[in-house]
């Protein structure tokens, strides 16, 4: 493919196999932003690529249009000192655009698509990339999926059912979710999780015993708008039982999942997870 069939040819590109991608075409697309020229050759970035799948998904909610980064084979973030804070010229956004470009066709000409998501929500992009300043992303083969919106819980107040509230005082062991706190500790460690994360296990712990079915809980956690797949659901719910609920959050085959309480797990306040 020559230079201006890429160009002419070139889509932005949101529904793709599940195929990975294979270690030397993701080389040649990062040596095609590395090769991008920039002001004065100082070459101001870094590029950090993502390839873990629960990581993915925590990326997927940097931005209101970043929703395929779930479902994407690899994420690179382009990462730049923002000029409005850092002694650097602002053509080094000039500079990143050329970069991006560069690895949008080399994707396109090894046959991989690709879609840029804008970060808006930079605190979360550090927190999830602590070596980030300012920055963009890429993804690479996304599955299909929307815009990811935030819709708060409120509707749950009158159906609780907390745990015992003292049944771990005086001791470090067990697990304690303090939902209007929205903090999480484990052995009298804290645990941080992802505002949806802990939107999803408020939003189980708060019916216990009780089958939720993965269309309430889009709905509850990611919102009424265009939503992620069932498959986003799971990945959340594998990293709340490696963090907190180990076997206590149970999969109901073809409808959802149940919490079931166990004494090492209490439950704090009524809350209102976000």
């Given at each position: 493919?020559?230079?201006?069939?890429?160009?002419?040819?070139?889509?932005?590109?949101?529904?793709?196999?599940?195929?990975?991608?294979?270690?030397?075409?993701?080389?040649?697309?990062?040596?095609?932003?590395?090769?991008?020229?920039s002001s004065?050759?100082?070459?101001?970035?870094?590029?950090?690529?993502?390839?873990?799948?629960?990581?993915?998904?925590?990326?997927?909610?940097?931005?209101?249009?970043?929703?395929?980064?779930?479902?994407?084979?690899?994420?690179?973030?382009?990462?730049?000192?923002?000029?409005?804070?850092?002694?650097?010229?602002?053509?080094?956004?000039?500079?990143?655009?050329?970069?991006?470009?560069?690895?949008?066709?080399?994707?396109?000409?090894?046959?991989?698509?690709?879609?840029?998501?804008?970060?808006?929500?930079?605190?979360?992009?550090?927190?999830?990339?602590?070596?980030?300043?300012?920055?963009?992303?890429?993804?690479?083969?996304?599955?299909?999926?929307?815009?990811?919106?935030?819709?708060?819980?409120?509707?749950?107040?009158?159906?609780?059912?907390?745990l015992e509230?003292?049944?771990?005082?005086?001791?470090?062991?067990?697990?304690?979710?303090?939902?209007?706190?929205?903090?999480?500790?484990?052995?009298?460690?804290?645990?941080?999780?992802?505002?949806?994360?802990?939107?999803?296990?408020?939003?189980?712990?708060?019916?216990?015993?009780?089958?939720?079915?993965?269309?309430?809980?889009?709905?509850?956690?990611?919102?009424?708008?265009?939503?992620?797949?069932?498959?986003?659901?799971?990945?959340?719910?594998?990293?709340?039982?490696?963090?907190?609920?180990?076997?206590?959050?149970?999969t109901v085959?073809?409808?959802?999942?149940?919490?079931?309480?166990?004494?090492?797990?209490?439950?704090?306040?009524?809350?209102?997870?976000?």
């Open positions: 493919m020559d230079t201006w069939q890429a160009i002419d040819k070139i889509r932005t590109i949101r529904k793709f196999t599940d195929e990975p991608l294979e270690p030397e075409h993701l080389d040649r697309i990062l040596n095609a932003g590395r090769r991008a020229g004065k050759n100082t070459q101001q970035w870094d590029f950090v690529v993502c390839t873990d799948r629960a990581h993915l998904v925590e990326l997927a909610e940097v931005g209101p249009y970043a929703a395929h980064l779930a479902g994407a084979a690899a994420a690179v973030a382009l990462v730049v000192p923002d000029p409005a804070t850092h002694d650097a010229p602002y053509s080094i956004m000039w500079d990143l655009g050329r970069a991006a470009q560069n690895m949008v066709l080399a994707a396109w000409e090894l046959g991989i698509g690709s879609v840029p998501a804008t970060v808006y929500r930079q605190d979360l992009a550090r927190e999830l990339l602590p070596t980030a300043e300012t920055f963009t992303a890429l993804s690479l083969v996304p599955q299909r999926a929307g815009p990811d919106d935030v819709r708060t819980l409120r509707d749950r107040l009158s159906h609780l059912h907390p509230h003292d049944a771990l005082a005086g001791t470090t062991s067990g697990v304690r979710i303090d939902l209007e706190a929205h903090q999480v500790h484990v052995d009298g460690l804290p645990v941080r999780l992802t505002a949806k994360e802990f939107a999803l296990l408020a939003h189980l712990v708060r019916a216990p015993h009780r089958v939720v079915g993965r269309a309430e809980l889009l709905l509850a956690v990611w919102g009424g708008k265009s939503r992620p797949g069932t498959r986003t659901i799971d990945v959340h719910v594998r990293r709340l039982r490696e963090k907190v609920t180990g076997s206590a959050v149970v085959r073809g409808i959802g999942y149940r919490f079931d309480p166990t004494p090492r797990i209490v439950l704090h306040g009524s809350g209102d997870a976000r």
